[in-house]
C-alpha cells in the first residue's frame, strides 16, 4: 500500500465525527452571515456562503446537508425560508461540482459560477416567491428596487420582481464566493483531507483508483444508475402520493373554508337587510328612510372580510334579479360606490337556470361554483325574510374562485419546494452510502478480479496480495462474497500455476515429439542433414522481418509465429511413405521416380490430418498442415501439388518455399556440392515473383546476416 492510500486509510476512518463537526459549522457559518445582513440591513442575503465553502471541500453530501440544515433552522423563526431549501441545495450541488472541475481557480470560470448561483438564488427563488405569495411586491429585500424598476423601467410586476431580484443576487453570490475563494485559500491541504466526507468500507482508494472503479464499463446500465433510479421512483412515488393527498384534503378544505366564510357573510347581510322593506326599497330606493344605513352596514361588512368580492341583495322574479343591494367597488378615496342602482334588473346567468324555480318558490339553495359574465366565483344565496315568513329577497356573497386557486398554487409549490429539498437530501445519502457500501467494494472486487485473470504469473500473485488488501467490511453479503471470493482467487492462483506448468510440460513434448518423428523421417534421407533445423530457423528470421518490414501484420501474431515454427520440422512429414531407392537415390531422379517424390506433399497433408482429428486444439497442426502440403508451390502457379500461385498459397508455405530451396542450396547433397552463400542468394532473388512471394524474397535479403549466420552452422555437412 502506497503513502498515499495509507494517509487515506488513517483518516478514511477517523474523519467521520471531524465532517460533521465541519458541516454544523457550514451551517453556523450561513445563519451568522444572514444574521449580520439583518442586522446591518444589508442589500444582501449571505446565507449560502458556508454551503459553497463546505460542499467545496468536502464534496456534495455535507453541501447538501448544510444547505438543507441551514433553511429549516431558519424556518423555525420564519417558515418561508424553509420553502427555499431547494435553492440552497442546487447551490451547494453547483459548488461541489465546479471545485471538483477547478472553477474557482479561473477568473472567468469564477464569473460563470457566479452567475449560476444568481440564477439559482434570484431567478428561482422570484419564481418561487411569485407562486408562493402572488405578484404583489411584498415587503423583501429587494421591494425596494422593485418598486423603482417597475415605476421607472418595467410595467410588469412580475418581471420587475425578478430582475430585481437577479440584480441582487449578483451582488449576494459574488460577495459569497469571494468570502468563499479566500477561506478556501488559507484551509491546509492536510485539513482537506480530513474534513471530506468519506464513508469508506474498505481499504481507501486513492482518486485514480476510484475515477477507474466508478467508471466500470457495463453491457447496460450500471448499478449506480440503477440504484439512482430505484431511490428515485421511490421518493417520487411516496413524495407524489403524500403531495396529492395532501393538495386534496388542502382543496377541501380550503374550499370548506371559503364556503363557510361565504354563508357567514352571506347571513350576515341577510340580517343586515329588513324584509319588509325590501319592496319600498326596489320602488324608491335610496329615499326610503333606512336605505343608506343598511347601505353602509353592508359596505362596513363587506371592508371587514378581505376575501369578498361581491356582496349584493336581490329580489328574484320570473324576469330576473331585481336589485336591491349591490356592492361593487371602492374609489380611490376609500368611499364606496354601488354596482346597480335599486330596481335594476340582472338577467339570470346560465348556471343559475336550475335554481331559478326554487328561488322564486323562496327557498335555500346549496352554494354554487359558476363561470359566466361575472368571472368564476363561489357564491352563496341565504333567503331574507319578511315579518310573515315569507322570502322577500335573497342576500348573497362571492368569493373568486382565482383567488382559492392561487391559494391551492401556492400551497402546492411550497410543498413542491420541500419535497424536492427533501428528494435531493435524500437521493445524495442513498447514493452517497450505496457507492461506499455497494459500488465501491463490488467495483474494486471487479478491477482486481480482471487483473488476476489476464495478467503474468507475478502480476497475478500480486493482483492476489492486492485483492487481499481491498479489505471490505460492509458487513453484510458483500463482505461475504468478498471473503469467498478472496478464498477462491487465493485457490485458483495455484491451480492457474500448475495448469501452466503442465501446460509447458505437455508443449514441451509435442515440441520434442515432432522434432522426433522429423529426425525419424531425416533420418531415411541421407542427404538432408540438419535441414530440418535450419528451415525452422530459416522461417522464424523470416517472419520477424515480415514484421519489422509492415507486412501481413494482421496474421504475423506471435501464437502464429510460434505455431509456424514449431511446425516446420513436419514439412517433409510425407517423404516417410516415399521408397527408400527413390528417397536416397545417389543420381537424377527419372520422370516417374520424380513424379513419386512429388506425393510426398499429399502425403504429409494426409498423415497431419489423421493427426488433427485425434487432437481437440490443433491450430499448430493447421499450419503444419499448410507447411507440408504447398511448401513446393510456386508464386506464378507452377508448382505442385494443385497448382495454387500468389496469395492462394497459405503464408506459412510460401515462406517455407524461401526457406527450403535455399537450404538445399547451401547444403551438399549426393548429387551435387553445395552452392555458395552469394550464389544461393543470387538465385533466390533472381526466382524473386516467380517461384517465390516478392514480400518474402525482400525480407529473406533484409535478414541476409542473420540467414549467414545460420548457413555456417556445420556448413558443408
Given at each position: 500500500m502506497d503513502k498515499k492510500r495509507e494517509t487515506l486509510s488513517r483518516n478514511g476512518y477517523s474523519q467521520p465525527l471531524i465532517a460533521l463537526l465541519f458541516c454544523i459549522f457550514g451551517a453556523l457559518i450561513n445563519i451568522g452571515f444572514s444574521a449580520i445582513a439583518v442586522r446591518f440591513h444589508l442589500p444582501v442575503f449571505l446565507d449560502s456562503i458556508g454551503t459553497v465553502i463546505t460542499a467545496s471541500l468536502g464534496g456534495y453530501m455535507p453541501g447538501i446537508a448544510v444547505g438543507y440544515i441551514t433553511n429549516i433552522i431558519n424556518g423555525f423563526s420564519d417558515i418561508t425560508n424553509a420553502y427555499y431549501a431547494v435553492i440552497n441545495i442546487l447551490i451547494a450541488l453547483f459548488a461541489a461540482?465546479?471545485?471538483?472541475?477547478?472553477?474557482?481557480?479561473?477568473?472567468?470560470?469564477?464569473?460563470?459560477?457566479?452567475?449560476?448561483?444568481?440564477?439559482?438564488?434570484?431567478?428561482?427563488?422570484?419564481?418561487?416567491?411569485?407562486?408562493?405569495?402572488?405578484?404583489?411586491?411584498?415587503?423583501?429585500?429587494?421591494?425596494?428596487?422593485?418598486?423603482?424598476?417597475?415605476?421607472?423601467?418595467?410595467?410588469?410586476?412580475?418581471?420587475?420582481q425578478l430582475a430585481a431580484d437577479m440584480l441582487i443576487d449578483v451582488a449576494d453570490k459574488t460577495i459569497t464566493v469571494l468570502v468563499s475563494i479566500i477561506a478556501l485559500h488559507f484551509i491546509p491541504d492536510k485539513f482537506r483531507t480530513i474534513i471530506h466526507f468519506y464513508g469508506w468500507r474498505q481499504a481507501p482508494l486513492s482518486d485514480e483508483e476510484r475515477v477507474m472503479a466508478e467508471s466500470q464499463n457495463t453491457r447496460r446500465l450500471s448499478l449506480q444508475h440503477k440504484i439512482l433510479i430505484i431511490i428515485s421512483m421511490a421518493v417520487v412515488i411516496i413524495a407524489s402520493s403524500s403531495i396529492g393527498m395532501c393538495f386534496v384534503l388542502y382543496h377541501k378544505a380550503i374550499t370548506a373554508e371559503h364556503t363557510s366564510v361565504c354563508d357567514s357573510v352571506?347571513?350576515?347581510?341577510?340580517?343586515?337587510?329588513?324584509?319588509?322593506?325590501?319592496?319600498?326599497?326596489?320602488e324608491n330606493g335610496i329615499e326610503v328612510p333606512g336605505y343608506t344605513k343598511t347601505l353602509n352596514r353592508l359596505y362596513a361588512l363587506f371592508s371587514a372580510e378581505s376575501s369578498i368580492q361581491y356582496i349584493y341583495v336581490y329580489q328574484i322574479q320570473e324576469d330576473g334579479c331585481h336589485v336591491v343591494f349591490d356592492l361593487d367597488s371602492e374609489t380611490d378615496e376609500g368611499e364606496y360606490i354601488e354596482g346597480a342602482h335599486p330596481g335594476d334588473v340582472v338577467p339570470f346567468d346560465a348556471s343559475f337556470e336550475k335554481y331559478v324555480p326554487a328561488l322564486l318558490a323562496g327557498e335555500e339553495i346549496p352554494p354554487i361554483t359558476t363561470d359566466d359574465s361575472y368571472g368564476w366565483l363561489l357564491t352563496v344565496y341565504i333567503p331574507v325574510y319578511r315579518a310573515d315568513g315569507s322570502c322577500a329577497a335573497y342576500a348573497a356573497a362571492d368569493i373568486s374562485m382565482h383567488k382559492v386557486t392561487m391559494d391551492e398554487i401556492s400551497f402546492l409549490v411550497k410543498c413542491t419546494s420541500l419535497f424536492l429539498a427533501f428528494f435531493i437530501l435524500i437521493l445524495a445519502v442513498g447514493l452517497w452510502l450505496a457507492e461506499y457500501n455497494v459500488i465501491l467494494p463490488i467495483n474494486t472486487m471487479s478491477i482486481s478480479a480482471d487483473d488476476f485473470a489476464f495478467n503474468t504469473e507475478k502480476e497475478r500473485a500480486e493482483s492476489v496480495e492486492r485483492f487481499k488488501s481491498l479489505d471490505i467490511s460492509t458487513g453484510d453479503e458483500i463482505e461475504q462474497l468478498y471473503n469467498s471470493f478472496t478464498k477462491t482467487i487465493d485457490e485458483t492462483s495455484g491451480y492457474i500455476e500448475d495448469i501452466q506448468e503442465q501446460t509447458r510440460v505437455i508443449t514441451k513434448m509435442q515440441n520434442g515429439l515432432i522434432l522426433v518423428l522429423a529426425d525419424i523421417v531425416e533420418s531415411r534421407d541421407k542427404c538432408t542433414g540438419d535441414h530440418?533445423?535450419?528451415?525452422?530457423?530459416?522461417?522464424?528470421?523470416?517472419?520477424?522481418?515480415?514484421?519489422?518490414?509492415?507486412?501481413?501484420?494482421?496474421?504475423?501474431?506471435?501464437?502464429?509465429?510460434?505455431?509456424?515454427?514449431?511446425?516446420?520440422?513436419?514439412?517433409?512429414?510425407?517423404?516417410?511413405?516415399?521408397?527408400?531407392?527413390?528417397?536416397?537415390?545417389?543420381?537424377?531422379?527419372?520422370?516417374?521416380?520424380?513424379?513419386?517424390?512429388?506425393?510426398?506433399?499429399?502425403?504429409g497433408a494426409e498423415i497431419i490430418d489423421g493427426a488433427m482429428e485425434l487432437v481437440s486444439e490443433s491450430g499448430y497442426l493447421k499450419e503444419a498442415k499448410n507447411l507440408a502440403a504447398y511448401h513446393h508451390e510456386k508464386w506464378n502457379g507452377?508448382?505442385?501439388?494443385?497448382?495454387?500461385?500468389?496469395?492462394?498459397?497459405?503464408?506459412?508455405?510460401?515462406?517455407?518455399?524461401?526457406?527450403?530451396?535455399?537450404?538445399?542450396?547451401v547444403s551438399r547433397r549426393s548429387y551435387k556440392e553445395p552452392f555458395t552463400f552469394e550464389k544461393a542468394m543470387e538465385i533466390i532473388i533472381e526466382g524473386k515473383g516467380n517461384h517465390f512471394d516478392p514480400d518474402i524474397v525482400d525480407a529473406f535479403v533484409d535478414a541476409r546476416d542473420q540467414v549467414r549466420y545460420i548457413a555456417e552452422q556445420n556448413s558443408g555437412k
Open positions: 461540482f465546479f471545485a471538483r472541475k477547478g472553477f474557482f481557480k479561473s477568473v472567468p470560470k469564477t464569473i460563470f459560477a457566479i452567475l449560476v448561483f444568481s440564477v439559482l438564488g434570484g431567478g428561482l427563488g422570484s419564481v418561487l416567491t411569485y407562486y408562493m405569495y402572488g405578484s404583489s411586491f411584498g415587503e423583501g429585500i429587494s421591494a425596494p428596487f422593485a418598486i423603482y424598476i417597475y415605476e421607472h423601467w418595467i410595467k410588469n410586476v412580475f418581471w420587475a352571506a347571513r350576515l347581510a341577510a340580517s343586515l337587510v329588513d324584509g319588509d322593506k325590501v319592496d319600498d326599497y326596489l530440418i533445423k535450419k528451415t525452422a530457423a530459416y522461417t522464424h528470421i523470416i517472419m520477424k522481418q515480415l514484421k519489422k518490414n509492415g507486412k501481413h501484420l494482421d496474421v504475423l501474431t506471435d501464437s502464429y509465429i510460434e505455431d509456424v515454427v514449431n511446425s516446420a520440422p513436419l514439412h517433409d512429414i510425407g517423404k516417410i511413405k516415399i521408397p527408400d531407392s527413390i528417397l536416397n537415390k545417389p543420381g537424377k531422379l527419372t520422370d516417374e521416380e520424380y513424379e513419386i517424390m512429388k506425393t510426398h506433399s499429399a502425403a507452377m508448382g505442385y501439388p494443385e497448382g495454387l500461385k500468389g496469395e492462394e498459397i497459405p503464408l506459412s508455405a510460401r515462406i517455407m518455399a524461401v526457406a527450403d530451396v535455399f537450404d538445399a542450396l
